[in-house]
């Protein structure tokens, strides 16, 4: 899965705080169920769906469930995907790459974000399986449970 031992949270953390209401539609396709957020790290962060106002939040700490699809922006090919049974992870603790540490907070049970990935802040200059070095990643995720 999107896992990392070395992903720093305190870069995710700063990254967060800029740029909390930065939300921006600067791209004319965005219909208006989806509003899309550019941090400065590079991180893409586009609402695709939304769950029930009252559902639970994804915050540091929570162990959230996620079902997702992940691809290569390069070539569109998928890599990784939880779309049956549910991948499991503490939030902001680095138990994942750090995209997914800064763009899964926020979210609530049943929304739907489309995060798109700068090497950086996924698996950098290191190979992962199908995944070669230096990758953006798009990952489509569904947020099913916050514990």
């Known amino acids: 899965a999107a896992s990392s031992s070395d992903a720093s949270d305190t870069k995710a953390n700063s990254d967060r705080k800029g740029d909390k209401k930065g939300k921006s539609t600067k791209n004319s396709e965005a219909s208006s169920s989806q509003s899309i957020q550019r941090f400065p790290s590079g991180l893409t962060v586009a609402n695709t769906g939304f769950g029930k106002p009252g559902g639970k939040v994804a915050t540091n700490g929570k162990k959230v469930s ?40 926020g979210m609530r ?8 990935i700068p090497p950086h802040m996924a698996y950098g200059n290191k190979r992962v399986g199908p995944i ?13 449970d916050v514990r």
């Open 66 to 105: 996620m079902k997702y699809v992940g691809r290569l922006s390069s070539t569109g090919q998928v890599f990784d995907k939880a779309d049956k049974s549910p991948f499991s992870f503490r939030l902001g603790i680095g138990e994942v790459i750090q995209g997914w540490d800064v763009g899964i907070k």
């Open 132 to 144: 070669p070095k230096n990758s953006t990643l798009v990952f489509d995720v569904e947020l099913v």
């Open 109 to 116: 049970v049943g929304d739907k974000r489309r995060l798109t």
